[in-house]
């Protein structure tokens, strides 16, 4: 028996081994921190797309208010300007615009119906992100 070819485990045998679990290791930590960014911008985006319907529902339950005596011949109505939304770090901005007043429309009556729009910005990380919705709104005769 040669004793030669059974040498048993070399340490260029245990270099790659550990060479290849490192790399491997490394490509599972990176697919779990992507995995976890972007479940976290998901998340934060649908948060954000519910407070835009939110306010969109509430500007709609209210719309009498938007289109009685004061309000009604307005080209603009402010009704949120980047207001805190509670205590979650999301803003909201939203805006009545008289669909009369939109380009390309002036030949149209002021207060019949109203452009809603609706902005909810929110940071992941270091980076602003922003959920916008846009509806319309008519009055009620």
């Known amino acids: 028996m040669n004793l030669k070819s059974q040498k048993g485990i070399t340490s260029m045998d ?3 081994a ?3 679990i490192v790399i491997f290791s490394s490509i599972i930590v990176s ?5 976890s960014i972007s479940s976290k911008r998901i998340e934060r985006e649908a948060e954000a797309t519910e ?3 939110e306010t969109v529902e509430e500007i709609k ?3 009498s208010k938007y289109f009685d005596d004061e309000n009604s011949n307005k080209d603009t109505i402010p009704v949120y300007n980047n207001e805190v939304i509670g205590n979650t770090g999301f803003t909201r901005t939203a805006n009545l615009v008289d669909y009369a007043s939109l380009e390309g429309n ?3 009556k002021l ?3 109203k452009n809603v729009s609706v902005v909810v910005n929110y940071k992941i990380g270091n980076k602003d992100e922003k959920v916008e919705l846009n509806t319309v709104i008519s009055k009620e005769n």
Do not use: C, R
């Open 18 to 20: 550990i060479m290849i």
């Open 51 to 53: 407070y835009a319907i």
């Open 14 to 16: 245990v270099t790659v």
């Open 106 to 108: 002036k030949d149209k």
């Open 31 to 35: 697919l779990y921190q992507n995995y």
């Open 61 to 63: 339950a209210n719309s």
């Open 111 to 113: 207060g019949y119906v």
